[in-house]
Each structure stands twice: as C-alpha cells, then as structure tokens.
Nanobody, 126 residues
Framework: QAQLAESGGGLVEAGGSLRLSCATS????????LGWFRQAPGKERELVAR????????YYGDSVRDRAILSRDNAKWTVYLDMNNLRPEDTAVYYC???????????????????WGQGTQVTVSS
C-alpha cells in the first residue's frame, strides 16, 4: 500500500508562491506513478501535475501550466509541487496521489489513481 502525506498548504495572497510536499516511502516511489490533484468546492477533482512511470517526464494540467513545477527528491522519497503567480481560482484542497500498474485508465484522471493522501488546503486571497 502506498504511503502519502502532504504538507505545505496555507493562505497565500494572489500573485504569491508556495511549495507543497508529499512524503512517501521507497516502495511508493518505485512502484507507483505519483501526481498532484486538486478539488475546489463544487468541482471535480482535476490533475495539477504528475510524473510518468520513470519519474522523469512531467505533465501539467491546463489550468496550472507555466505556473507550476513538479519535482522529486529520490533520496528523501518526496515529491514537490512549486506553484507561482497564484490566483484565487487555485484555491482548493490539494492531494498527492499514487497510481499503480494494475488499475487501467488515464494517468490524467483522478479515478485511475489507487491511493491518496489526506489533502492540504490552499487558499489564495484576492
């Protein structure tokens, strides 16, 4: 079972930046595709950013492209999401997620993921 623990959310002013962290385990790092999703009230959970199976290539959701950077520390088994130029519409609960090989489906769709962290709230004030 994958282990995922997010941290780093909070209240940020529009135009500001933040870093979210997702602490995992060695097995989670090696056996799963890792990504970030977010869910705003009344909206469907959406992809923010994810890795490919090799953990090298990165993919971003349309709403954050050019404002987010996904990275990982292979020594600490931690994934980071850096976001800048934050907007009020970025306000959401951000989740770290892990997708295994067995479950099919799109890597960009939240229902395809097997494990989720508890989520961390990000609120962007205007």
């Amino acid at each position: 079972q994958a282990q995922l623990a997010e941290s780093g959310g909070g209240l940020v002013e529009a135009g500001g930046s933040l870093r979210l962290s997702c602490a995992t385990s060695r097995r989670t790092f090696s056996d799963y595709v890792l990504g970030w999703f977010r869910q705003a009230p009344g909206k469907e959970r959406e992809l923010v950013a994810r890795f490919d199976w090799g953990g090298v290539a990165t993919y971003y959701g349309d709403s954050v492209r050019d404002r987010a950077i996904l990275s990982r520390d292979n020594a600490k088994w931690t994934v980071y999401l850096d976001m800048n130029n934050l907007r009020p519409e970025d306000t959401a609960v951000y989740y770290c997620a892990a997708k295994g090989l067995v479950r099919g489906g799109s890597y960009d769709y939240w229902e395809s993921y097997d494990y989720w962290g508890q989520g961390t709230q990000v609120t962007v004030s205007s």
